[in-house]
């Protein structure tokens, strides 16, 4: 049975991490994470509306590999992107701000199709609230 009144949904608008799946030959070092934000947020309502406007204006569908389709993509994930940890470009630590990751997206489709997949699975980030312990008898 499912009690709503245990559920914490504070992730949705306060973001969750995905540790990325790195390619085994580029897994060294500290994992690449991103926090993100829930479809379910705020941030993504308002950004999934310019998106669908955008696509519409295009004429083309969601999921369109055109380079028109993916930099709509590439926007989409860029307004629910918070920060991220272990990336870097050129060896130095990469800023995370919107342009980065607009460009991180477009530029690296195996990470934003785990953005896309994460963003929208529930379960990361509704969790159950911590319940108190029972008093133990003695």
């Known amino acids: 049975m499912l009690d ?14 995905l540790e990325l799946e790195v390619p085994p030959a580029l897994a060294e070092g ?3 994470r991103i926090k993100l934000l829930s479809m379910d947020s705020d ?9 669908r406007r955008t696509i ?3 004429k083309i569908e969601v999921g369109d590999d055109s380079p028109q389709g993916q ?10 992107t918070l ?3 272990g990336l ?15 460009a991180l997206y477009l530029s690296q489709k195996w990470i934003a199709r785990q953005v896309r997949a994460f963003v929208g699975t529930d379960g990361n980030f509704i969790s159950a609230r911590p319940q108190p312990k029972p008093p133990q008898s003695s």
């Open 4 to 17: 709503l009144d245990l559920l914490d949904t504070s992730a949705i608008a306060a973001g969750s991490w």
């Open 30 to 32: 500290d994992p690449v």
């Open 43 to 51: 941030a993504y309502l308002k950004a999934v509306a310019v998106y």
């Open 56 to 58: 519409a204006k295009l």
């Open 71 to 80: 930099a709509a993509d590439a926007e989409l994930y860029a307004a629910v």
């Open 83 to 85: 920060e991220w940890s």
């Open 88 to 102: 870097n470009k050129a060896g130095k630590p990469w800023p995370c701000n919107k342009d980065n990751a607009r």
